[in-house]
């Protein structure tokens, strides 16, 4: 059985890869009255925009944990990524549940749990929130819901990308998921799937298929596998800095005092 292994630094090789590309390809356009020891700068403040799409049916009762972790070990890796010039993008995170019966049936089983914000507390704090419940998992229809309803940007310097993660047939329901990944790739968003399941299982799907129409990669998960926490000599030192440096932020008004409280919950 093939797995996901070292996701993060798959992702974080593909961000970097992506800016490095875009600032060449800006280089290409302005550089020629330019040194060629001078690097281009590019025109806007780039940015990542990614829409986390999870499958919260019951189904997924056994390895909702994993896959929560894996889509937030993403979320860290694209956040630490630099542009050409060793700048950093801004980054922008969305976050939708489908699958779950305890959704409006006439919206497709879906709900936006958040619009796109650079609040990555926000995020954590609604993505580990979730539970599972009933399930009719409506790959297309969420991937489509997600184009529609998000305001991407227009600009093909910024890195859009969507991740949806689930372990039904990717066929399921009215919305057909080729409609919706070539409506992804005609904005310039990338389709990156991950099926909980045997990967050979995720290919007969068609997870892979949805991936491949828009540009994307396909990734699998193993079936009730656990998330492992393993200690090492450095945590207690890193748990400190951690707490030092949230003692350097200062803070002010009610939402000021509520964000203080949830990056001391998240963190």
């Known amino acids: ?20 590309i875009s600032i060449f390809m800006l ?33 997924m009762d056994g390895l909702i944990d994993q896959a929560k972790s894996q889509l937030w070990k993403i979320v860290n890796e694209l956040a630490a990524a630099k542009c050409g010039d060793g700048s950093k993008p801004k ?33 954590s704090e ?9 399930g009719s998992e409506f790959c297309g ?12 940007s227009a600009s093909s310097a910024d890195l859009k990308m969507i991740f949806i993660a689930g372990n039904e047939p990717f066929t399921q329901g009215s919305v057909s998921y080729r409609e919706a990944c070539a409506l992804a790739k005609e904005k ?10 045997d990967f050979n299982e995720g290919l007969n799907s068609n997870w892979k298929d949805g991936s491949d129409i828009a540009s994307g990669t396909f990734m699998s998960i193993a079936q009730n596998s656990k998330t492992v926490y393993v200690p090492t000599p450095y945590d207690d030192r890193l748990s400190d800095c951690n707490d030092r440096l949230n003692r350097t932020y200062i803070y002010y ?3 000021g005092a509520y964000k203080k409280s949830q990056q001391e919950v998240q963190d």
């Open 27 to 59: 280089g290409n356009q302005t550089g020629m009255a330019a040194k060629r020891t001078e690097t281009p700068k590019p025109e806007k403040d780039q940015t990542i925009m990614l829409a986390l799409l999870l499958d919260t049916s019951n189904s």
């Open 91 to 123: 980054i922008k995170i969305a976050l939708y549940e489908y699958g779950n019966d305890g959704l409006p049936s006439s919206e497709g089983y879906i709900r936006q749990v958040s619009t796109l914000t650079n609040d990555l507390d926000l995020i």
């Open 1 to 20: 059985m093939k797995t996901i292994l070292n996701l993060g630094n798959r992702i974080s090789r593909f961000a970097a890869s992506f800016f490095l």
């Open 126 to 134: 609604k993505l580990f929130a979730l539970r599972t419940n009933g």
């Open 188 to 197: 310039g968003v990338v389709v990156n799937t991950i099926y909980c399941g």
């Open 141 to 152: 229809h969420v991937i489509r819901t997600s184009l529609n309803q998000l305001d991407w």
């Open 253 to 255: 008004g009610s939402t």
